[in-house]
T-cell receptor
Framework: AQTVTQSQPEMSVQEAETVTLSCTYD???????LFWYKQPPSRQMILVIR??????QNATENRFSVNFQKAAKSFSLKISDSQLGDAAMYFC????????????FGKGTLLTVNP | DTAVSQTPKYLVTQMGNDKSIKCEQN?????MYWYKQDSKKFLKIMFS???????INETVPNRFSPKSPDKAHLNLHINSLELGDSAVYFC??????????????FGPGTRLTVL
C-alpha cells in the first residue's frame, strides 16, 4: 500500500522568509500524481500545487514550488516570501494515477508564520 | 457560488443516534468522495462514487452508508453513532475517476461530535 510521510509535525517561518516542508512517499508505481493541500483554520482544503510523476520539471505556482526527486521518492514544498496568510496545516498527498482516483494523505505539517 | 457544499456544518448528537450529512456539487463532476479527518487531523478516504456507482469502499464499518441519488449529490448516513465517529467529514468531487489528472474540490467539512 502507498504511504505518505511528513516528518515535520510543525514548522515556523518569519514573514518574507522562505520555508521548505518535507514529504516522502512509498510506491511501486512509475506514473502517479503528487499534491500539496493547504488547510487554514477555516478548515477548507485548498489545492496548492500538483506534480505529475512523468514530468521531470518541478511544478511552480507563484510563491509555491516543489522539489520533486523521483528516485528518492521525495516531494518537498518551498514557500517563498512567506505571508501571514500562509499559516495553515499543509498536507502532502499521493494518487496512483490508476482508474480509482483516491488521495492518500500524509499526517500534515502545521506552519506558523511569525510577523 | 459554492462549488461543493455540505449540510450541516456542525452536528452534535448522542451515542446510538442515526444521522445524515448531505453533499452537493455544482461543478458538473462525475465523481464524488467522502473523507474522514480525525482528531489528529489525519485525512483518510472512506468512499468514492462515479456516476452514482460505488467505486471505493475503504473498509468502513457498515454503519456508514453512502447514497448517491444523482451525480451532483452524495449523502452519508451513519447508524448507531459511536464516540469514535467524532471527526470532520469532508465531501469532495473531481471531473472523473481517472487518477490524479484532475483536482479534487473539497467541501467545507462537517464537524460531527458524538456525546
Amino acid at each position: 500500500a502507498q504511504t505518505v510521510t511528513q516528518s515535520q509535525p510543525e514548522m515556523s517561518v518569519q514573514e518574507a522568509e522562505t520555508v521548505t516542508l518535507s514529504c516522502t512517499y512509498d510506491t511501486s508505481e512509475s506514473d502517479y500524481y503528487l499534491f500539496w493541500y493547504k488547510q487554514p483554520p477555516s478548515r477548507q482544503m485548498i489545492l496548492v500545487i500538483r506534480q505529475e510523476a512523468y514530468k521531470q520539471q518541478n511544478a511552480t505556482e507563484n510563491r509555491f514550488s516543489v522539489n520533486f526527486q523521483k528516485a528518492a521518492k521525495s516531494f518537498s514544498l518551498k514557500i517563498s516570501d512567506s505571508q501571514l496568510g500562509d499559516a495553515a496545516m499543509y498536507f502532502c498527498a499521493y494518487d496512483s494515477g490508476g482508474s480509482n482516483y483516491k488521495l492518500t494523505f500524509g499526517k500534515g505539517t502545521l506552519l506558523t508564520v511569525n510577523p | 457560488d459554492t462549488a461543493v457544499s455540505q449540510t450541516p456544518k456542525y452536528l452534535v448528537t448522542q451515542m446510538g443516534n442515526d444521522k445524515s450529512i448531505k453533499c452537493e456539487q455544482n461543478l458538473g463532476h462525475d465523481t464524488m468522495y467522502w473523507y474522514k479527518q480525525d482528531s489528529k487531523k489525519f485525512l483518510k478516504i472512506m468512499f468514492s462514487y462515479n456516476n452514482k456507482e460505488l467505486i471505493i469502499n475503504e473498509t468502513v464499518p457498515n454503519r456508514f452508508s453512502p447514497k448517491s441519488p444523482d451525480k451532483a449529490h452524495l449523502n452519508l448516513h451513519i447508524n448507531s453513532l459511536e464516540l469514535g465517529d467524532s471527526a470532520v467529514y469532508f465531501c469532495a468531487s473531481s471531473q472523473d475517476i481517472s487518477g490524479g489528472r484532475y483536482e479534487q474540490f473539497f467541501g467545507p467539512g462537517t464537524r460531527l461530535t458524538v456525546l
